[in-house]
């Protein structure tokens, strides 16, 4: 079996929207209107953004990615590998677009690679095949909400996206 290790993944996306709005914030949790009123306050900032966290998901699906296998170990036979964020933060919020605001958020990744991952030009790499972030979605996540379980809830319009290994956990 080819030498593997793991190394870890910060990703950052701007102002992204869902792909699809509630038609409205009736069925959604009660903690988002408190996460709006808590951001509207610069004291109260941070504790409405973390109340947002919550409730969004971030993953990595390396087989997003030309050639993926020559750096990501992953099942012989996967045709689809999600890995979820260690963790998700959410950093800001705009509640331009409703029921459910943009949002500034990032999230670390901690991901088996191969061999080959530490023999190559990454940025080579990424320029030949795919960018990192290709492989990354965010997406608001509400559990057992009949209201929006039929609706695209990841990420849509956002205004750019970054992702790159770091060599710590980045949190």
Known sequence: ???????????????????????????????????????IEPKSLSAGLELLTQYVASAFIPTNLSNYEELFATAADADFVEIMATKVRVVGADWS?????????????????????????????????????????FSWNFEDNPSTEDLDLTMGNHLGMECVPVRDYPF
């Not at 993944?9 to 701007?14: D, G, M, N, P, V």
């Not at 009660?30 to 009123?37: F, G, I, P, T, V």
């Not at 670390?108 to 061999?115: D, L, M, P, R, W």
């Open 1 to 39: 079996m080819a030498r593997t290790s793991k190394h870890w993944f910060y990703a950052t996306i701007e102002w992204f929207e869902p792909a699809e709005q509630p038609e409205s914030s009736e069925h959604l949790p009660l903690q988002l209107e408190k996460a709006k009123a808590l951001i």
């Open 97 to 137: 677009s409703s029921p459910l605001p943009k949002l500034r958020a990032e999230a670390a990744f901690e991901i088996q690679v191969t061999g080959e991952f530490a023999r190559v030009s990454l940025e080579k790499w990424q320029e030949s095949n795919s960018p990192f972030w290709d492989a990354v979605i």
